[in-house]
T-cell receptor, first 119, second 112 residues
Framework: DAGVTQSPTHLIKTRGQQVTLRCSPK?????VSWYQQALGQGPQFIFQ???????QRGNFPDRFSGHQFPNYSSELNVNALLLGDSALYLC??????????????????FGPGTRLTVL | GNSVTQMEGPVTLSEEAFLTINCTYT??????LFWYVQYPGEGLQLLLK?????DKGSNKGFEATYRKETTSFHLEKGSVQVSDSAVYFC???????????FGAGTRLAVHP
């Protein structure tokens, strides 16, 4: 059973460019969350997708956008890259059990991440 | 708002020493609590979790108990190994959706 996969592993871009990162969730999972981890810090929540819609969003500008496909895979797009966007981008998948809505017990499983360097 | 505070690292121990990494949280409602571990150059791996007060999560010799009265979830291991060297993150989820809130992480270095 494959876990969460992400591509590419590493990426180098220049300021002002656009980038697309991809994530395939763990088998049986329907929810994908994206996190940004700057060097030496804990991951910060960007947004979460469920049923092909953005369900929740963290404190990130509109330059960060995403998409979820019918097969539950997801993309993270970042426009007009800044030097400060250099980070490890982590994708996490989970299964949303509506019977537990409001109890927040679903466990998120992380992929290996994409290391983005902006020059 | 919700937040997680971890003890600052790095924590440096000799092999077979006892490990404690402190974690306290602030949250509304009844959060679920997690410890994740990140080995060099890798993503996050779930180490253990607890979903209600007084629950003890355990895995690979690591343990943490959900203490609501002290809003804490300290990570412990009785005898660390060199292979435990990594960064450890305490995290919580609170509310209806699975937005993980992480602490800053604690780096553990174990020497032979």
């Amino acid at each position: 059973d494959a876990g969460v996969t992400q591509s590419p592993t590493h990426l180098i871009k220049t300021r002002g460019q656009q980038v697309t990162l991809r994530c395939s969730p763990k088998s049986g999972h329907d929810t994908v969350s994206w996190y940004q981890q700057a060097l030496g810090q804990g991951p910060q929540f960007i947004f979460q997708y469920y049923e092909e819609e953005e369900r929740q969003r963290g404190n990130f500008p509109d330059r960060f956008s995403g998409h979820q496909f019918p097969n539950y895979s997801s993309e993270l797009n970042v426009n007009a890259l800044l030097l400060g966007d250099s980070a490890l981008y982590l994708c996490a998948s989970s299964f949303y059990d509506s019977r537990l809505a409001g109890h927040s017990t679903d466990t998120q499983y992380f992929g290996p991440g994409t290391r983005l360097t902006v020059l | 708002g919700n937040s997680v505070t971890q003890m600052e690292g790095p924590v440096t121990l000799s092999e077979e020493a006892f490990l404690t990494i402190n974690c306290t949280y602030t949250a509304t409602g009844y959060p679920s609590l997690f410890w994740y571990v990140q080995y060099p150059g890798e993503g996050l791996q779930l180490l253990l979790k607890a979903t209600k007060a007084d629950d003890k999560g355990s895995n690979k010799g690591f343990e943490a108990t959900y203490r609501k009265e002290t809003t804490s979830f300290h990570l412990e291991k009785g005898s660390v190994q060199v292979s435990d060297s990594a960064v450890y993150f305490c995290a919580l989820i609170s509310g209806g959706y699975n937005k993980l809130i992480f602490g800053a992480g604690t780096r553990l270095a174990v020497h032979p």
